[in-house]
């Protein structure tokens, strides 16, 4: 019989690490994410893992690349204050390549803001809070059993792909407790980093030969190799060759399968004349709107981004086509709708249900401003 329990988001997402493989955890307490960190302080020395807490968010995020690069599944769980110091050193495992989790535990700001209080504030933040041109995947679940199947699809993207991947919690998921039911070994799957098939002498890093996202040796190992967070050649070593630059930037953002990637749920969206796109907490309040909203006689649906990087452009513009209007409620001051925007491409009218005062938005909020929109179309 599989295990059954009432347990916290955050104490799934580091149970789903250790299923995962994760046998790393450095980084530095902050609320709403400590709970993370205080699971894992516990459970990872009972399997031979490792935790660490360092002097603060910069040396965490050091740590997760130095652990990663010796060849172990390494995550670091902060929030906005903390994602903001690690910003450098993401786009350092950005252009070296390096996999590794992030969980990012969302609450207000800017700065400290509050603590306490639940928001939608980095979802930007993920895509470009690091300078440059890279890609990135963030996933964001809704509810402490998609947090334990999403912490471990974090995983197995970022081996898959080498490079960063974001689990984004909004307060409310992180500390709610829900019925989960434990897979059981080998049930989700659990994928690994590829390993070089040439011998040590013949090893190049970044050897795009191998295809876009070329095997990963452990260091520690047989296989030397030169990392940098310069633009570099195949063996590693910074290079300012112009086609050569040009052809790892491009390899770097092409190497991520958006069609792989990609995952919605579609909730009522067959015949649905009013969409709601929302994601995280605010989309269990857009759920229980849309059950009343077509109680009244309103067709409403909703079609929930679980990968918010890359941002579903395609799937929106395709629901926009049937739609007589898209509502994008979210606790920032907008972000998401800027992405909606562009996908819809003026295809429907567009509208936001934005709140940032600490408290969610709810399913009256948003029965509300789909009858507004009803009254004026």
């Known amino acids: ?58 040396g965490a995020m050091a740590a997760v690349i130095g652990a990663s690069l010796c060849g172990l599944k390494a995550m670091d769980a902060t929030s906005g204050p903390g994602l903001s110091l690690k910003q450098e050193l993401i786009g350092y495992a950005c252009m070296a390549e390096i996999p590794c989790v992030l969980v990012n535990v969302m609450r207000g700001g800017p700065s400290t803001g509050m603590p306490t209080g639940p928001s939608q504030s980095d979802i930007m933040a ?6 440059g041109d890279h890609a990135t995947i963030a996933v964001a679940p809704a509810s402490c059993q998609e947090i334990f199947s999403e912490t471990v699809r974090a995983f197995n993207l970022a081996e898959t792909y080498r490079l960063p991947v974001h689990i984004l919690m909004d307060e409310i998921i992180a500390h709610m407790r829900e019925k989960i039911v434990f897979p059981e070994e080998g049930e989700l799957e659990v994928l690994n980093r590829a390993e070089p098939t040439v011998p040590p002498a013949a090893y190049k890093p ?57 995952k919605n749920e579609e909730y009522l969206l067959d015949d649905a004349e009013f969409v709601i796109v929302s994601f995280g907490v605010v989309s269990r309040s857009a759920r229980f709107a849309i059950n009343q909203l077509r109680n009244r006689g309103i067709r409403a649906g909703m079609l929930r981004p679980i990968t918010l990087w890359p941002f579903p452009a395609q799937r929106v513009a395709e629901v926009a086509k049937n739609a007589r209007a898209v509502i994008v409620p ?26 940032v005062d600490g408290e969610p938005i709810t399913p009256q909020q948003i029965i509300d401003e789909v009858e507004e929109v009803q009254h004026v179309l």
């Not at 295990?3 to 988001?9: E, P, S, T, W």
């Not at 997402?13 to 205080?38: D, K, L, N, V, W």
């Not at 993920?126 to 300078?131: E, L």
């Not at 979210?330 to 709140?355: D, F, K, Y």
Request: net charge negative; proline share 5%.
């Open 1 to 58: 019989m599989k295990k059954v329990a009432l347990i916290q988001g955050n104490e799934a997402c580091a149970q789903a690490a250790i299923y995962a493989g994760c046998r790393f955890f450095a980084g530095y307490p902050i609320t709403p994410s400590s709970e993370i960190a205080e699971v894992l302080s516990r459970k990872l020395p009972e399997i031979g893992g490792t935790f660490i807490q360092m002097e603060d968010e910069i």
């Open 126 to 131: 993920t895509r470009w809070g690091t300078h």
């Open 206 to 262: 970044f050897d795009a030969s191998f295809g876009d996202v070329p095997p990963l040796a452990a260091m520690g190992s047989n296989y030397r190799y030169h990392v940098t967070g310069l633009n570099k050649a195949e063996d590693g070593f910074p290079t300012t060759k112009a086609a050569l630059v040009d052809a790892e930037e491009r390899r770097q953002l092409r190497k991520v399968d958006v069609a792989a990637v990609a």
């Open 330 to 355: 979210e606790m920032n001051l907008g972000q998401m709708i800027g992405e909606v925007e562009r996908a819809v491409c003026g295809a429907c009218p567009t509208r936001s249900i934005l709140r």
